[in-house]
């Protein structure tokens, strides 16, 4: 018969022989072993991932921010060469200490109106290698936020702005992801 006493976890059986018991014990420690190495305290994933760096600017009026491991460098658009048949949000193509970069215009793709630029920014974006620029107003700062002052976005906000905000601050700054910039295959030219 098997018998279990809930309160301290503890099952045994009369009819198991004493080489089952071992292995059962056995099987219990390892298990328990196993469980010791991969347990992390909350408080340690905690730190590690608690805030990010990022560079905050303005882009078409509005305050913006990007994670800076994403940016590779900040730079004023030098000559820009644009490309016939290429969606609107492409400003054209630049040459970038030798390589040919697309610059892109997140505003048009946004569908933000009612922008001016006179002697823009731009963002080299890339994790390894620069990908692609996008046009900025301005740049302000970088500095660290806590990654629970990021909110997730408005009902409001859809399609394709969505797919590429991480969220909004509580000062209604709008959050880019590097991640799904870099990954968005219409933004590769």
């Known amino acids: ?17 004493p080489e089952r018991q071992d292995s059962v014990a056995r099987s219990r420690q390892i298990l328990d072993q196993r469980a010791e190495k991969l347990a992390v305290p909350l408080e340690t994933e905690a730190d ?9 600017f303005r882009m078409g009026g509005e305050r913006y921010a990007l994670e800076t491991r994403y940016i590779l460098e900040l730079t004023r658009v030098a000559m820009l060469t644009e490309v016939p048949g290429c969606p609107a949000f492409v400003l054209g193509i630049t040459n970038f200490r030798g390589d040919v970069l697309a ?3 997140l505003c048009t793709l946004f569908q933000v109106t009612d922008v001016t630029r006179d002697n823009p920014w731009m963002l080299v974006l890339g994790e390894e290698r620069a990908e692609f620029g996008i046009v900025i107003d ?12 990021i909110f997730p976005l ?36």
Do not use: K, Y
């Open 1 to 17: 018969r098997l018998r279990c006493d809930w309160s301290s976890d503890v099952c045994s059986s009369d009819l198991l022989d």
């Open 48 to 56: 590690e991932t608690a805030s990010i760096e990022i560079l905050t």
């Open 103 to 105: 610059i892109i215009d």
């Open 138 to 149: 301005d740049a302000f700062d970088v500095c660290s936020i806590d990654i629970s002052g």
């Open 154 to 189: 408005p009902i409001s906000v859809s399609g394709v702005q969505h797919n590429l905000l991480r969220g909004v601050t509580d000062e209604a700054m709008m959050v880019l992801d590097g991640a799904a910039l870099l990954a968005d295959a219409r933004l590769m030219i």
